[in-house]
């Protein structure tokens, strides 16, 4: 399969995970384990402000070793624990710029697993607005690439 369809296939499947913006996180996992059978994924939402994660998927422990509670309890975590220090900052810098002017967006990135691998993540993104149209919640899956 050439690696554009694969990507392809992969955006669709993704696209049917998120579901509606008001959908329970326990849906956007259950879909995941469907749409995304034989992918190691992470489904995660924060909030669009602080970027503090109020939900991981139990597949993050998988994808890299970190237990839950080190997501939503420690602020920063993503961006100074599993953030490789060589995509830190162009990463965030991209992921505040396309929140903060609502598009939802797509970004590879480094990731360092709790052993210290590093492993290759594709995060899409979704932005969930308020009745003012003001970015308020980030939902997205972060799937592991394949070499």
Request: aromatic share 8%.
């Amino acid at each position: 399969m050439s690696s554009t369809l694969l990507n392809d296939t992969i955006e669709a499947r993704v696209e049917a995970v998120f579901g509606g913006a008001t959908d329970p996180m326990a849906a956007l996992d259950r879909r995941a384990v469907e749409m995304l059978d034989g992918e190691l994924a992470i489904v995660w939402e924060c909030d669009a402000r602080t970027f503090a994660f109020s939900h991981v998927s139990a597949s993050a422990q998988d994808v890299l070793g970190y237990p839950r509670a080190r997501w939503t309890d420690e602020p920063g975590f993503w961006a100074n624990v599993v953030l490789h220090p060589g995509d830190r900052d162009q990463s965030v810098s991209y992921c505040v710029a396309e929140t903060g002017a609502c598009r939802d967006h797509a970004f590879v990135y480094r990731a360092r697993g709790v052993d210290g691998r590093v492993v290759r993540l594709r995060d899409f993104v979704k932005v969930i607005t308020d009745g003012a149209g003001a970015p308020e919640r980030l939902r997205g899956v972060m799937v592991a690439m394949r070499d």
